[in-house]
């Protein structure tokens, strides 16, 4: 298996940097800086960055980001890829420069998603300073947050998640649009950390490449806060303010200049995997949430 520890960056395109710069700046509450070779570096803690953001002909989601331990880790990766007949891609120079890391390799899953592994972060030891005064994001040794991906080739995707890259199962979710037809499935997977997950595959495509990412920051108080900026910023909601039954995350959605929605939210349930028993649950949210907000 796959030695992932969490959800080190994604990168995400889009033809306007500025629009993303204001976005992370007015609105997330996150520092913006320029990358190496192009794009934006978006930080959030102590890290250069956690979103890369490169110019491109489309708004859309290109790649998360998978953090493996250290150099035996990667080189025992690259090994398990192999007898699984599955190619890789070696990042450039310039690539492994922009991610700030030591190597990288690119992998594509059954649905198409890109995922790249890496390993040795590079750090400058600064700290985050939020220019709207966000204390902090839950981050640390659980990764920036979590990434749902389209799966429409769902089977395939999933086993690709489990058996490739190493991840585990946390919970269910069959939803049900239309009584009279199958459920679409959506299964949330975990991998080296206490997040509930950092990863969740949807079996549907999606044109901007991802259905959303997460970032989790440490009080309610926040949360609220970056509802009032995306109001004054004109920002589009995605879905209303609630709390999710799976892993209790209390939070609303908003569309990114990129196309895929962003959850922002606070009280994300942390799990002992070893007392861990996964389950099906039958409703998205314990309260809220309506997502028909993101339509009208």
């Known amino acids: 298996m796959i030695d992932i520890r969490g959800l080190s960056y994604f990168v995400a395109q889009i033809e306007n940097l500025g629009q993303w710069q204001r976005y992370a700046e007015e609105v997330l509450g996150m520092q913006v800086q320029a990358a190496p070779g192009g794009g934006l570096y978006v930080k959030m803690d102590e890290r250069p960055y956690r979103m890369l953001v490169v110019e491109g002909d489309s708004p859309r989601y290109l790649a998360s980001g998978w953090e493996l331990p250290g150099e035996l880790a ?97 919970d269910i979710f069959n939803f049900r649009p239309d009584p009279s037809a199958p459920p679409v499935r959506i299964h949330f997977l975990h991998c080296a950390n206490a997040r509930h997950h950092s990863l969740a595959l949807a079996e549907y495509p999606v044109p901007s490449g991802c259905v959303h990412v997460m970032v989790e920051v440490d009080s309610m108080t926040e949360v609220g806060r970056a509802h009032d900026r995306l109001q004054a910023h004109g920002g589009q909601l995605s879905a209303t303010l609630g709390q999710h039954l799976n892993d209790r995350m209390t939070s609303f959605y908003m569309k990114t200049p990129s196309g895929f929605d962003l959850e922002y939210g606070y009280g994300g349930l942390q799990v002992d995997w070893a007392e861990h028993l996964a389950f099906e649950f039958t409703r998205v949210s314990i309260w809220g949430h309506d997502f028909s907000v993101g339509r009208q």
Request: overall charge negative.
């Open 74 to 170: 990667f080189d025992q990766a690259l090994q398990h890829l192999e007898r699984c007949g599955v190619s890789w891609q070696v990042g450039s120079r310039a690539a492994v420069e922009q991610r700030g890391v030591q190597a990288l390799v690119t992998i594509s899953d059954p649905s198409g998603n890109q995922h790249e592994l890496s390993w040795g972060h590079r750090s400058d030891c600064q700290p985050f300073i939020s220019p709207q005064g966000v204390p902090r994001f839950v981050t640390g040794d659980m990764g920036l947050g979590h990434t749902v991906l389209p799966a429409p080739d769902f089977d395939a995707t999933l086993a690709f998640a489990k058996d490739v890259l190493g991840f585990g199962l946390s």
